[in-house]
């Protein structure tokens, strides 16, 4: 059960990590859309943790506090600004919750396939955990695609064969 242990303790870390940034950005865009992508995100934190609670998979607290400091860090990287947050910053932070649900979605395929072996997992939940990462992901990456768009400076057609 040990390679389970790290495996499980390192999504929880994840988990973690990725629930700290989900705040971050609602809080930074004011969104009622994030602000229930966080609900859901921490939702499925929880159920990570009841999954290793079944398969009596000790937290590792180490790893948590290691992401969170992680997460914080991350926090520090130039966007362009001084005091103020960037168009980059959006996107960059964007791109991280896009990479963290792949990786959450990728956790819970892996346990969907144990579930065919280990009737403690609950298959029907995890299919609906992966279905939940999947409109995650959907709606992030259109997010993540808007933000983008504020990158390049508006010009003004100012031509033919301008747009």
Not at 46 to 62: F, G, N, Q, S, T
Not at 128 to 149: I, N, P, S, T
């Amino acid at each position: 059960m040990k390679g389970m242990d790290i495996y499980l303790n390192d999504h929880l870390a994840g988990a973690t990590a990725g629930l700290e940034l989900a705040r971050r950005v609602a809080r930074a865009r004011h969104e009622a859309e994030l602000d229930r992508l966080v609900e859901e995100i921490a939702a499925d934190r929880d159920a990570l943790l009841e999954i290793m609670r079944v398969l009596r998979v000790p937290k590792r607290p180490v790893k948590q506090y290691a992401a969170m400091l992680g997460e914080r860090i991350a926090r520090l990287k130039p966007n362009g600004r001084l005091l103020h947050r960037s168009p980059v910053s959006d996107v960059v932070e964007l791109e991280a919750m896009r990479l963290a649900i792949d990786g959450k979605a990728a956790g819970w395929r892996a346990l969907r396939r144990l579930a065919e072996q280990d009737d403690r997992l609950d298959a029907e939940r995890l299919d609906a955990l992966m279905a939940r990462a999947r409109e995650q992901a959907e709606f992030v990456e259109g997010l993540r695609l808007d933000a983008v768009g504020t990158l390049l400076p508006r010009q003004v057609n100012d031509g033919p064969g301008r747009p």
